[in-house]
């Protein structure tokens, strides 16, 4: 399995970024996938995740500014990313859960991370 995250950059407090993460090479079922972010000096935390029945969860430091969203034809996931501010700033990696068949543990896959800078 790959993950291939894209759409990081450096923008301006208040301005928006998209993410974009493309899963290949799956075998078996995706469970759910989600953004994470790890700030320098701190440690990695979930930001948004989506299930493959599409609920989502939030974490409260991007509750109201983010929207996560699936394309399942494309196995893809988003993250819209609003109102950005400088604590924003990190790498943020996409992760997927996936079930290989039947009665077994599901699996953790990570991206490569994306970087995004918000300036003040």
């Known amino acids: 399995v790959q993950l291939q995250a894209s759409g990081g950059g450096l923008v301006q407090a208040g301005g928006s970024l998209r993410l974009s993460c493309a899963a290949s090479?799956?075998?078996?079922?995706?469970?759910?996938m989600g953004w994470y972010r790890e700030a320098p000096g701190k440690q990695r935390e979930l930001l948004a995740s989506?299930?493959?029945?599409?609920?989502?969860h939030y974490a409260d430091s991007v509750k109201g500014r983010c929207t996560i969203s699936r394309d399942n034809a494309k196995n893809t996931v988003y993250l819209q990313m609003n109102s950005l501010k400088p604590e924003d700033t990190a790498v943020y990696y996409c992760?997927?859960?996936?079930?290989?068949?039947?009665?077994?543990?599901?699996?953790?896959?990570w991206g490569q991370g994306t970087q995004v800078t918000v300036s003040s």
């Open positions: 989506i299930a493959s029945g599409g609920t989502t």
């Open positions: 992760n997927t859960v996936i079930r290989a068949r039947a009665f077994v543990p599901a699996t953790n896959y």
């Open positions: 090479g799956i075998i078996g079922s995706i469970i759910a």
